[in-house]
């Protein structure tokens, strides 16, 4: 009797201490994102006083030249905080409106070389330098808790509970549309566009969330031991997906994993970088082995740029009949430089495949149609959305020409049907 007393007081004090550690790691996991998460706010207020400023900058000119710098940034600056706000954990409808905002916002600053009366610009970006000092004052206070370190990251999600909230979270996403619809009120055809999107579902078969955490242990077997947390999105969002927050070893992040399906819609890891690099075509092969793994089996390699620990790759999807790219079908990656990691996926403009139909193809004389310097590298087919919103089949050319004694590389989009020059890009 006595033996098996001690046996069940010393399996007993076994687990409390098992427990105990496992607490203490689950302690330092939560600091560690809060930390991350905290950074990111910190980085999004900072970034959205420049971007205020930037606006106020354009504000200063009659002519649209002389704010070029000032657009350059505001288009700039306004990309950089949409990233921000999409790694945050946010109210659902707050998010996506500010990225809306923000994404037409930049877009306008983008455009603004085409437009015919610069007043019309002056009147857009005073209203948004007004919205923008709100915007920035409501967001201040509301993440203000994270920020300083006075909420644990539970504190925090309980917060974005509009029962226990004690910011309206609601109301602040209300505000940021209405800045939207005023400032940059929508065409006809982006307003259609943009109701087909949020009413397109996916047809795929439900998953549980236990499905969803088997589908991202197969996919990233090295980080998927540790999940802080599994969540649901909001109520609202366009595709219903399953919010996974991990940590393993010393990294941290989290993946969105979709309701119907279980698609990725993006991946995200937090971890320190080694100084060894691999090749180039090395971590390439391992980023297409992982996309085929993973079903991606209909893309091709696009394009890639780097920095000094990760390499960021462009995917495109390509459709069968024509075997043409659809530009709009894109899925990124950032891979590590140091050992080929995957360490960020977005596949969400993947996911929303876009829906292409047979068009005619002319044949055009390019030797009539350009001038006689310009010189075609490379012809491709590729569906291109034009400014009607609509996709179509286009020859994708890369073209070169000479000016000044250097050698000028362009991208033409042409329609294979019209002829019409859908888009000319100078590449750097």
Do not use: C
């Amino acid at each position: 009797m006595k033996k098996t007393l001690f046996v069940l007081v010393y399996a007993f004090a076994v687990l409390a201490i098992f427990a105990y550690g496992k607490t203490v790691d689950n302690e330092k996991l939560s600091i560690a994102l809060s930390n991350q998460y905290a950074n990111n706010m910190t980085d999004a207020s900072k970034k959205l006083q420049e971007l205020e400023t930037a606006v106020q900058k354009t504000l200063l000119f009659n002519e649209a030249e002389g704010s070029s710098k000032a657009r350059e940034d505001i288009w700039r600056l306004s990309a950089d905080i949409k990233n921000s706000v999409a790694s945050l954990p946010l109210d659902q409808s707050f998010s996506t409106s500010w990225m809306n905002y923000l994404g037409r916002l930049g877009n306008y600053a983008k455009e603004a070389d085409q437009a015919k009366e610069h007043s019309e610009y002056h009147k857009v970006m005073a209203n948004a330098s007004k919205n923008l000092r709100n915007l920035a004052e409501e967001w201040e206070v509301a993440t203000v808790g994270l920020v300083n370190g006075r909420l644990s990251m539970d504190e925090w999600q309980s917060r974005l509970d509009a029962t226990k909230s004690d910011h309206d979270w609601a109301g602040m996403g209300t505000m940021v549309k209405q800045y939207t619809e005023s400032d940059f009120p929508l065409t006809a055809s982006e307003s259609d566009a943009m109701k087909k999107r949020d009413l397109k579902n996916l047809e795929d078969q439900e998953v549980t969330s236990e499905e969803a955490i088997k589908r991202f242990r197969e996919l990233f077997p090295s980080v998927s031991n540790e999940i802080i947390g599994v969540e649901t999105s909001k109520p609202g969002a366009p595709y219903p997906f399953y919010h996974i927050r991990f940590a393993e070893n010393q990294s941290v992040g989290y993946i969105d994993i979709t309701e119907k399906g279980g698609h990725v819609l993006s991946y995200l890891a937090e971890r320190p970088y080694g100084k060894e690099s691999l090749p180039f075509d090395d971590i390439k092969k391992k980023t297409e082995a992982f996309l085929k793994e993973a079903g991606y089996t209909d893309v091709v390699y696009e394009e890639s740029r780097e920095n000094h620990t990760a390499w960021h790759f462009v995917y495109v999807r390509t459709e069968p009949e024509y075997k043409a790219k659809v530009f709009s079908d894109v899925i990124h990656l950032k891979v590590a430089k140091d050992t080929g990691e995957i360490v960020g996926l977005d596949a969400s403009e993947y996911i929303r495949e876009e829906k292409t139909t047979a068009q005619p193809i002319r044949e055009f004389d390019w030797k009539t149609f350009f001038h006689s310097d310009v010189n075609i590298v490379k012809e491709e087919l590729a569906y291109v959305e034009n400014d009607r919103l609509e996709q179509r089949l286009s020859y994708y050319l890369t073209v070169t020409k000479e000016e000044h004694g250097e050698i000028g590389t362009y991208v033409v989009i042409v329609d294979t049907e019209s002829g019409e020059v859908i888009k000319t890009e100078r590449l750097q």
